[in-house]
């Protein structure tokens, strides 16, 4: 129905049933709604919810005429629910068309076969806006068909044979009172999953950003509905929903602005549920942004009208997802959740309305007993590695629930504005200070992480910046030990600043997000008045602040502990204490565990139990839920005795509960997986065990019951190469205190670092970890290849360590991580002196600029190298001599390279001659012997050449160029040599290509100036 006003004192009424083109004229009296229409301009219709039905009569015996047509029409679709489209002008639209009365009930709730007033807006029509892509006309076209330039009952093509999907958003910024309460409607939400099969998916931030990431990892159809609570107001005349930015400030979002998060994938219905409009806003606010995401290609949208105080009101999208999610179509669903409003005495239900453009969706998805449908997907408990060693699981993304305001109020003090330097969690064990320290990695999309875990020295700092740093200066001002780390950190932001400056794509001038993770495990110390930060970590932690603080770096700093401690430091940061997880965020949490979700077949009174005991710690949530689904245990016996023990730690409680529960032979399993620092296949620790039979079934039990972490299922899977491979096992460090034990274990003797037994078992443990990650696995990581060294020196097996340093020195010579390798040699020749050893740690001093140190340790290389290693022999001759040409010793040095040349000669060492070759004639060049000196640059070159070394020409190239142009004034054969030199360099990007340029810049000057002269 059109209603126009057609004068001042009569309203034209154009209607029709099946097309526009069969439409029916009517002119109705203005006078006898006059009064409804001054009520409406007041904000109200009747003094009292009791004179609803009195309201909804007059407006029905003004469209029924006094011919009854409307009740005949009415009459020929007696049984079948009908929507009643009503487009009306001006200030008709105010009119509460939901009131619509027959003098028996509302048309509403008209048993068996409801009449649905809904909002029709028909200057949009049938045609879907121009911003809409065509992406987003095959996820509506597909389900619904429209009249052209009219309005139509949407027919199902194809309706989803699935359980209904919803996303949900909802948005209080933290500077918009009153704040709303968010909690309760989703916990109404989470009620009606239980009464019917609906994948909910929420979205904690409030934040449009983050709604557009999320709906960009869906397909384009994949949500039925996009529930939006929140308030919607007025900003330069226009119509704005509240969300918020990514620290919980207001951002007035339009609704191109929600168009364009959706990427204008329009749902079939839009709920701004709860879209209260501020108070003294004006009540078009809602029907303005219902008309706006119409016209901009969304199918339906239903909204409240005007304030709605009444706290049953909202709970009105659960029964109508209820009903939408049992198969029932749109306007039978509205019309159940309309009669349950009525039922209930909301006075305000009528204020909910549908706005509709072209046609009103039809069912959603199929019944819920219709064969083959498609349940909902259970909600997310994707978990992932918060570190490169694998030790810190935490939620993924989509599996991440609560902490909205931590991290709001955390991402503050991470911006670049921010006065802050970083921010510090503290809570107790299992809380989820790592899972909101991975949030917040993952909400600061400009910053790159760096996290450690446990430990911290300026050892592994300097490492993992060298390691993470592409820029060669910023690596040679890290790794200079003769400036304080804090001046090298200053020297290096300053840098960092100034690239980001220049060039803001740029890797290295990116922000770093430093995360200190576990802090309390080796950086903590006892005080007589408490526990204070150790003076290593102190070091560590000082240099970091005060470089950030005094370069105004974007740098920060994000600490995760479980005991408060004392630090001059933590007035620069922002001190977040996490609780436990409550009201809709915890039960979130455990409705995504098996033990707790409606099919499960735990009783009810465990289930109730495992939630007062896990009181809001997600992570023992977790692992109850382990305890509640595994076969091994008597999971009553066990709640109730951890129960009955008010612990003030509760996970470690119940860690001792279950460790002491478990056979002998478990226990020392697990105690001798405490030798591996890193997740190991499950072979690796059954070896350590041959003394227990079946080791691989109290494995598996230890895992059932959370006594042993793994990052896949123990059954092995498949990779893409056809070969099988196993999960990684890990015993959580919690349960050291309570595994480590004196006695034997198996053959060895369990005591203390240094005897025999604890060298035997570590020395077993490298050689286990060495042939399944070396000899019969992929290549190993740096991580693994770490902890191999590390089992290796405790173990003293001293050919691993070796091997293992010279593997991980060699890569990081290539990434500049000099420092690193200065570490690992020098705890290598710890226990044992090798030549390999001393030779690396002498060229990694020298790439430090330490030539003394590297000197002596050449020296100390070559005494340990026997004549039989020929070509180890030549390499430190060599690298030796080019510290005596460096400190002056010209004649020692050509000596040295002589004998290298000679013992690369009788090896076939071609590549080592070549170079040795270009060595010595710069050395000839020097003392001014060109002659010998251009003889040895060309024998170096034909090596070169010989071996298809094309970036091992391009230094010989401009050397023997330099020479003929300086020396002989050969300038056309200096040219070619050059300009070869050039085309290599500039292949490769070196920078070296800036000084080949200037030495040919200079030779064409030189000629010009001679033919000049001429």
């Not at 109508?320 to 159940?336: H, P």
């Not at 991440?400 to 330097?421: D, K, T």
């Amino acid at each position: 129905m059109n209603l126009d006003l057609a004068g001042q004192d009569e309203i034209e009424l154009r209607y029709y049933l099946e097309s526009p083109h069969q439409s029916q004229t009517r002119i109705l009296p203005v006078n006898e709604i006059a009064e409804l229409m001054k009520l409406a301009e007041r904000k109200y219709y009747t003094a009292k919810p009791k004179d609803y039905a009195n309201t909804g009569r007059k407006l029905y015996r003004w469209l029924d005429g006094s011919d009854r047509w409307l009740s005949s029409v009415l009459a020929r679709f007696r049984g079948e629910t009908v929507v009643l489209a009503i487009a009306p002008a001006g200030k008709m639209a105010h009119l509460p068309w939901e009131m619509l009365h027959d003098a028996n009930s509302f048309l509403v709730k008209r048993l068996g076969a409801p009449v649905v007033p809904v909002r029709w807006v028909p200057e949009v029509g049938a045609i879907p806006s121009s911003v809409l892509q065509e992406a987003a006309l095959r996820a509506t076209v597909s389900q619904f068909s429209y009249f052209e330039n009219g309005f139509g009952i949407a027919e199902n093509t194809q309706v989803p044979n699935r359980d209904l999907r919803v996303l949900f958003m909802a948005s209080s910024p933290l500077n918009v009172l009153p704040v709303l309460d968010l909690e309760t409607e989703e916990r109404l939400f989470l009620g009606a999953i239980k009464a019917q099969p609906l994948g909910l998916r929420i979205e904690d931030s409030g934040c449009l950003n983050e709604l557009a990431d999320l709906v960009e990892s869906y397909d384009g159809d994949y949500f039925d509905i996009l529930h939006l609570t929140g308030y919607v107001s007025w900003k330069d005349g226009q119509s704005r929903f509240l969300t918020e930015t990514e620290t919980g400030e207001s951002s007035p979002a339009s609704a191109e602005d929600i168009a364009e998060a959706l990427l204008f994938y329009w749902p079939p219905l839009i709920f701004l549920s709860g879209c209260r409009t501020r108070p003294g806003t004006e009540d078009t606010a809602v029907p303005l942004m219902a008309k706006n995401l119409l016209h901009l290609g969304a199918t339906a949208v239903l909204g409240w009208g005007r304030p709605v105080e009444e706290p049953k009101a909202i709970a009105a999208p659960t029964i109508l997802y209820s009903s939408l999610s049992a198969g029932e179509e749109v306007a039978e669903a509205l019309a159940m959740t309309y009669r349950w409003l009525i039922e209930k005495e909301v006075k305000d239900w009528h204020l909910l309305r549908l706005y509709v453009a072209g046609a009103v969706p039809c069912a959603l998805v199929t019944r819920p007993k219709t064969p083959r449908r498609k349940p909902a997907p259970l909600p997310s408990k994707a978990t992932r590695f918060l570190d490169s060693k694998g030790l810190v699981k935490v939620p993924c993304p989509s599996a991440f629930v609560g902490r909205r305001r931590s991290l709001e109020r955390c991402l503050n003090s991470l911006q670049p504005f921010s006065e802050e330097v970083g921010a510090i969690f503290l809570g107790m064990a299992g809380i989820g200070k790592s899972s909101l320290a991975a949030r917040l990695c993952d909400r600061c999309h400009d910053r790159l992480p760096l996290v450690w875990v446990g430990e911290i020295d300026e050892a592994g700092l300097i490492s993992r910046l060298v390691a993470t740093w592409d820029n060669p200066e910023i690596r040679q001002v890290l790794q200079n030990r003769s400036e304080p780390l804090s001046s090298r950190l200053k020297q290096a932001f300053r840098y960092t600043e100034e690239l980001h400056t220049t060039d803001p794509s740029s890797k290295t001038g990116k922000s770093w997000l430093f995360l200190f993770d576990g802090f309390e495990k080796g950086n903590l110390e006892q005080q007589d008045e408490g526990l204070a930060i150790t003076p290593k970590a102190a070091a560590v932690l000082d240099a970091l602040v005060g470089a950030i603080r005094d370069t105004g770096a974007f740098h920060r700093i994000m600490i995760t502990c479980q005991h408060d401690f004392d630090w001059w430091g933590r007035m620069y940061f922002k001190l977040e204490r996490l609780e436990p997880l409550q009201g809709a965020d915890w039960q979130k949490k455990w409705t995504r565990l098996a033990s707790f979700r409606p099919s499960s077949r735990v009783q009810l009174k465990l289930q109730q139990e495992a939630k007062t005991f896990a009181d809001g710690n997600p992570r023992l949530i977790e692992w109850l839920d382990k305890l509640l689904q595994s076969q091994y245990l008597d999971a009553c016996k066990i709640m109730d005795k951890v129960a009955s023990n008010k612990s003030e730690f509760p996970i470690y409680r119940l860690a001792e509960e279950l460790l002491f529960l478990q056979a002998p032979e478990l226990r020392e399993i697990l105690a001798l997986g405490l030798l591996y620092e890193l997740p190991v296949p499950q072979d690796a620790i059954v070896a350590l065990a041959p003394h227990i039979p079946n080791p691989e079934s109290y494995l598996r039990r230890a895992v059932a019951v959370g006594l042993l972490e793994n990052s896949e299922p123990l059954a092995s899977k498949t990779s893409h190469a056809g070969e099988t491979k196993e999960g990684l096992l890990w015993v959580p460090r919690m349960l050291t205190p309570l595994l480590e034990f004196s006695g034997t274990i198996g053959e060895y003797l369990w005591t203390t670092p240094g005897s025999e037994g604890y060298e035997a078992l570590h020395r077993k443990a490298a050689r286990i970890l060495h042939n399944l990650w070396y000899e019969h696995g992929d290549v190993p990581t740096e991580e693994q290849q770490l902890e191999i060294h590390r089992l290796a020196l405790r173990g003293k097996s001293f050919n691993i360590a070796v091997k293992i340093a010279e593997n991980l020195v060699n890569r990081w010579k290539h990434q500049g991580r000099f420092f690193q390798a200065v570490e690992i040699c020098q705890a290598t020749l710890e226990v044992v002196d090798d030549r390999r050893i001393f030779h690396r740690l002498a060229a990694s001093l020298k790439q430090l600029g330490d030539f003394e140190g590297a000197r002596n340790y050449y020296q100390k290389a070559l005494a340990f190298c026997p004549d039989e290693d020929a070509k180890e022999k030549a390499s430190i001759l060599h690298n030796l001599a080019v510290i005596k040409a460096s400190q002056g010793q010209i004649m020692g040095a050509i000596r040295l390279y002589e004998k290298s040349l000679l013992l690369k000669e009788d090896i076939g060492n071609i590549q080592g001659k070549a170079a040795t070759l270009h060595q010595l004639a710069t050395l000839k060049a020097g003392m001014g012997d060109v002659d010998e000196a251009i003889e040895l640059y060309e024998q170096s070159l034909a090596l070169k050449d010989r071996m298809g070394n094309v970036s091992g020409k391009a230094p010989t190239l401009a050397m023997l160029g330099q020479l003929l142009a300086e020396r002989r004034e050969d300038f056309e054969t200096a040219l070619v040599y050059l300009q070869e030199s050039l085309k290599i360099l500039n292949k490769l990007r070196s920078p070296e290509a800036v000084k080949v340029q200037e030495m040919i810049a200079k030779i064409h000057s030189s000629t010009s100036s001679a033919k000049t002269r001429v």
